[in-house]
């Protein structure tokens, strides 16, 4: 028998023992572990002498379900590096032009001019609600769409912007809980973002990360403060001077003082972390290492059996930011001012989570913070003149939950009547 034919009658083995084995080792669920600890879930979003591409396959394996339902192939669904250091590259470079104090007035300006003619828009039939979660969802993606591809915001129809956020929530609700999705929903989505993006091949990588986390963090950040007066005036005054040090400024000598609109941010992604469980898949020791076949078929053996077996992991973002032994036993209640330099311990800086932590920490983690606070600022400013009423629910919601909550858009005639 020729070296050709032993290798092909070798691989032919292999491959149907991973066709059995995968049997065998395929459970009707995988072996989910949580966990809750501080140094726990630290060390599992960045495992000591982890590789970036380890990380990344651990990432990648939960995240398979995103690339069904939004056939993204960006960092967060892949463990190949160089689309990882590429996807970074851009990533900065599309938030560049707004990082600055420079780019955080023209963001200022931007979100202002956003809610201002949407309001024109609602106007036209004043007094007839509007879905809360709706009215968030189109200034937030008309902002984040001008941010990432400098597009006219004006330019965006008011109808395809309520499409495709509303698909988009859509389809990531019914990735977790189905295996139906809607047939053409994902095509017509696309259909309307490459008619408004052409110099992206697949504008939803960058898309889906940015608007998906942004809305809901500015949804929830409106329904805490916006009849706080107090807190309207330190988000009008980071609007009217959008800048680092305004974003960080902290009435701490004064205890009847504003909060920062930082701590602000701050406090509402430690109650609403964007991503309550993070999840990292690790394949199991028996699965990883073949000890009877020679490396290479070993290797190949056990990539086989990686997606079929993975022991997942859950970081429990939540429970360890409402953690009271770190918190105190407020840590229910909303308070800002618990995010004060003056009033922060160094294990409570450590027990944020809501960008990640380590090598995979999310690359706007210093942006998007600064970014949904102007386009809050921006919508307070608009209740605080009397355009916009909030007709607030039961409850606040998160990426579901606001049925019971709308708007209600005055005209500037009736406004300037009042």
Excluded at 7 to 36: D, H, K, N, Q, W
Excluded at 98 to 110: A, C, I, M, N
Excluded at 186 to 197: C, E, K
Aim: overall charge neutral; glycine content about 4%; aromatic content about 8%.
């Amino acid at each position: 028998m020729s070296s050709s034919s032993a290798s092909a009658i070798l691989v032919f083995l292999v491959l149907s023992l991973g066709y059995v084995v995968r049997r065998r080792y395929t459970t009707p669920s995988t072996e989910t572990i949580c966990r809750t600890a501080l140094y726990d879930v630290r060390e599992l979003l960045n495992p000591p002498a982890s590789t970036l591409h380890a990380q990344l396959q651990s990432r990648a394996l939960p995240n398979a379900r995103l690339v069904r339902a939004f056939r993204i192939t960006n960092t967060f669904v892949t463990p190949d590096e160089d689309v990882h250091k590429q996807f970074v590259r851009d990533a900065r470079s599309l938030i560049r032009s707004t990082s600055s104090d420079e780019g955080l007035r023209q963001l200022s300006d931007l979100a202002t001019q956003v809610v201002t003619d949407d309001l024109t828009q609602y106007s036209v039939s004043p007094a007839s609600p509007i879905q809360y979660d709706t009215f968030v969802q189109v200034i937030t993606f008309k902002v984040i769409m001008s941010i990432l591809f400098q597009l006219d915001p004006q330019s965006l129809d008011t109808g395809d912007v309520i499409f495709v956020s509303q698909g988009i929530n859509d389809l990531w609700r019914l990735s977790k809980t189905s295996t139906t999705l809607p047939s053409n929903l994902l095509n017509d989505i696309n259909l309307r973002l490459r008619r408004w993006i052409t110099s992206t091949p697949n504008p939803l990588n960058f898309v889906l990360p940015a608007f998906e986390t942004m809305w809901r963090v500015v949804a929830i950040t409106v329904a805490l403060v916006y009849k706080d007066e107090l807190m309207l005036q330190a988000f009008q005054a980071f609007l009217d001077n959008p800048s680092v040090g305004q974003f960080k400024a902290c009435s701490d000598a004064d205890p009847d003082g504003s909060p920062s609109v930082e701590s602000v941010i701050t406090e509402t992604l430690r109650l609403h972390p964007p991503t309550r469980r993070i999840s990292r898949a690790v394949v199991p020791a028996h699965i990883t290492s073949i000890p009877f076949l020679p490396p290479v078929f070993s290797h190949l053996l056990s990539s086989f059996l990686s997606a079929s077996h993975p022991r997942v992991y859950i970081a429990d973002v939540s429970v360890v930011q409402k953690d009271p032994q770190i918190w105190g036993a407020d840590a229910e209640t909303f308070d800002p001012s618990r995010h004060c330099t003056t009033s922060t311990t160094e294990e409570q800086r450590h027990a944020m989570f809501a960008f990640g932590y380590g090598k995979l920490k999310c690359v706007a983690s210093s942006w998007a913070p600064q970014a949904a606070a102007l386009v809050v600022a921006a919508i307070l400013q608009a209740v605080g003149s009397g355009r916009l009423e909030i007709c607030a629910g039961n409850a606040i919601g998160s990426r579901e939950g606001w049925e019971e909550w709308s708007v209600v858009v005055s005209s500037a005639q009736e406004n300037a009547q009042a």
